[in-house]
T-cell receptor
Framework: SAVISQKPSRDICQRGTSLTIQCQVDSQVTMMFWYRQQPGQSLTLIATANQGSEATYESGFVIDKFPISRPNLTFSTLTVSNMSPEDSSIYLC????????????FGQGTRLTVV | AQSVTQPDIHITVSEGASLELRCNYSYGATPYLFWYVQSPGQGLQLLLKYFSGDTLVQGIKGFEAEFKRSQSSFNLRKPSVHWSDAAEYFCAVRFTGNQFYFGTGTSLTVIP
């Protein structure tokens, strides 16, 4: 298993600003992902964070809005840029060893409110 | 198209009663199946998973799930619900590759 720590756990931000969320895994993992969970909704995959290369974004998400870094096998960041109230969500980091027969582990999430 | 469905948005059960949460998927082959639980303000915790073999799988906290290929279902069950089981439950599926697809979730309320 993997233990995932996210920082900050919550934040209230002004519109137009940016917030960087950090995700630290206690062991080396092959795959890291970022999800968004809007109020009362399920999880939507934003992107796969690739170590040493650009992240792979899902439809509807772009690098300029959600830049992602992954400098090594245990750490990733997600930045929510030029925030608007519509970006108010829970952002979850997920990690796993990859392969269809493995599970994913999740951080506790970052609850973001944009005012 | 590949999809996963949780038909029940919200379920209320009495403490001590049995529980079944439904999950259906659409896919041409057998996917990899998971149930996660999310308590308020928390991340997701894995309850159980099915990859192959015995179609009845046991998980943590007294939960079990049964994979039924003929019905494309992977329903979660618990014989006796505790008040601490109140949470949001997500069925997740992995078809190919590494991406998870999550159902819309079922919110469970437990009444005394």
């Amino acid at each position: 298993s993997a233990v995932i720590s996210q920082k900050p756990s919550r934040d209230i931000c002004q519109r137009g600003t940016s917030l960087t969320i950090q995700c630290q895994v206690d062991s080396q993992v092959t795959m890291m992902f970022w999800y968004r969970q809007q109020p009362g909704q399920s999880l939507t995959l934003i992107a796969t964070a690739n170590q040493g290369s650009e992240a792979t974004y899902e439809s509807g998400f772009v690098i300029d809005k959600f830049p992602i870094s992954r400098p090594n096998l245990t750490f990733s960041t997600l930045t929510v840029s030029n925030m608007s109230p519509e970006d108010s969500s829970i952002y979850l980091c997920s990690a796993g060893q990859g392969g269809t027969n493995t599970e994913a582990f999740f951080g506790q999430g970052t609850r973001l409110t944009v005012v | 198209a590949q999809s996963v469905t949780q038909p029940d948005i919200h379920i209320t059960v009495s403490e001590g009663a049995s529980l079944e949460l439904r999950c259906n998927y659409s896919y041409g082959a057998t996917p990899y199946l998971f149930w996660y639980v999310q308590s308020p303000g928390q991340g997701l915790q894995l309850l159980l998973k099915y990859f192959s073999g015995d179609t009845l799988v046991q998980g943590i906290k007294g939960f079990e799930a049964e994979f039924k290929r003929s019905q494309s279902s992977f329903n979660l069950r618990k014989p006796s619900v505790h008040w601490s089981d109140a949470a949001e439950y997500f069925c997740a599926v992995r078809f190919t590759g590494n991406q998870f697809y999550f159902g819309t979730g079922t919110s469970l309320t437990v009444i005394p």
